[in-house]
Nanobody
Framework: QVQLVESGGGLVQAGGSLRLSCSASGRIFTINTMRWWRQAPGKQRELVAGISGGDRENYADSVKGRFTITREHDKNTIYLHMNQLKPEATAVYYC????????WGQGTQVTVSS
């Protein structure tokens, strides 16, 4: 089994920054695709950013230029660096692992005040 634990969420003013972390542990044998998602109240979960096993990044159009996904291979950890945060970024942020998103973390709350 694989466990994913997100951290780093919190309350921030609009225009501010946060860095989320997602640490993976357990039976990890290869470098996997990992993704960040978010789900705002009353909305569907949406993909924010992803990083492939070869460290190729992709982003939702709404966050391009403001969010960056990075990975520390030796720590089995990915990060989401969020800058110029907007109130509409308020959501629970989740990370997933695997091309088919086989594993999920429990989520971390991000609240951006206007």
């Amino acid at each position: 089994q694989v466990q994913l634990v997100e951290s780093g969420g919190g309350l921030v003013q609009a225009g501010g920054s946060l860095r989320l972390s997602c640490s993976a542990s357990g039976r990890i044998f290869t470098i996997n695709t990992m993704r960040w998602w978010r789900q705002a109240p009353g909305k569907q979960r949406e993909l924010v950013a992803g990083i492939s096993g070869g460290d190729r990044e992709n982003y939702a159009d709404s966050v391009k230029g403001r969010f960056t996904i990075t990975r520390e291979h030796d720590k089995n950890t990915i990060y989401l660096h969020m800058n110029q945060l907007k109130p509409e970024a308020t959501a629970v942020y989740y990370c997933s692992m695997g091309v088919a998103n086989n594993y999920w973390g429990q989520g971390t709350q991000v609240t951006v005040s206007s």
